[in-house]
């Protein structure tokens, strides 16, 4: 079966320091991968996301970036946190068949960011 | 742009009554829509799922129905139970949008005793 895995599941980063976070499924090929985030109250607002190694789409204009370095590897990264960066991000993963397939996306534990 | 909306942040409801929980969306190329609950601290997990070519759908307690017309969507629980306790989030895509969904600001469920 397949499964995801997120980590780390919290961290408290100063304002200006860098970010790496790292998600990997298993059990799959050429997954579609996502980052979302979901801020205090609010829904999930996606980042971006990869249909392919080293293919990789944003949805909004921010401070982070991403990277698919792997197949069934997802790293975001920042070069320089912002106050406004924290939140919760979540990884989530769907059967990559193509652009149409009717498929419910997989979503890791999240990791818990604060920025101090 | 807010497409898909949960106008209700938050529901009580006693065990063993239905749980409604409401939906709409403003995007009429949406075709595929989802239900998922998720507990604090933890990923949203994927409960149901309906394609616009149906009007319901059937999963155990839980049911989905979509009104194409009024663009709206709901989900149905019943009976509720206590670890229903979540927050609840739609969710909808169109098809030809590489699995992207936009997702409602949720709705949480609180099922006393």
């Known amino acids: 079966s397949q499964t995801i895995h997120q980590w780390p599941a919290t961290l408290v980063q100063p304002v200006g320091s860098p970010l790496s976070l790292e998600c990997t499924v298993e059990g799959t090929s050429n997954p579609n991968l996502y980052w979302y985030r979901q801020a205090a109250g609010r829904g999930l607002q996606l980042l971006f996301y990869?249909?392919?190694?080293?293919?990789i789409s944003s949805e909004v204009p921010q401070n982070l970036s991403a990277s698919r370095p792997q197949d069934r590897q997802f790293i975001l990264s920042s070069k320089k946190l912002l106050l406004s960066d924290s939140g919760f991000y979540l990884c989530?993963?769907?059967?990559?068949?193509?652009?149409?397939?009717?498929?419910?996306?997989?979503f890791g534990d999240g990791t818990r960011l604060s920025i101090l | 742009d807010q497409q898909v909306k949960q106008n209700s942040p938050s529901l009580s409801v006693q065990e063993g009554r239905i749980s409604i929980l409401n939906c709409d969306y403003t995007?009429?190329?949406?075709?595929?829509f989802l239900w998922y609950k998720k507990y604090p601290a933890e990923g949203p997990t994927f409960l149901i799922s309906?394609?616009?070519?149906?009007d319901k759908n059937e999963d155990g307690r839980f049911t989905v129905f979509l009104n194409k017309s009024a663009k709206h969507l709901s989900l149905h629980i019943v009976p509720s139970q206590p670890g229903d306790s979540a927050v609840y989030f739609c969710a909808a895509s169109e098809g030809d949008s590489w699995g992207k969904f936009q997702f409602g600001a949720g709705t949480q469920v609180v099922v006393t005793p």
């Open positions: 990869s249909v392919g190694i080293g293919q």
């Open positions: 989530a993963w769907k059967q990559g068949t193509g652009s149409g397939s009717n498929q419910p996306q997989h």
């Open positions: 309906i394609s616009s070519i149906k």
């Open positions: 995007n009429s190329m949406f075709d595929y």
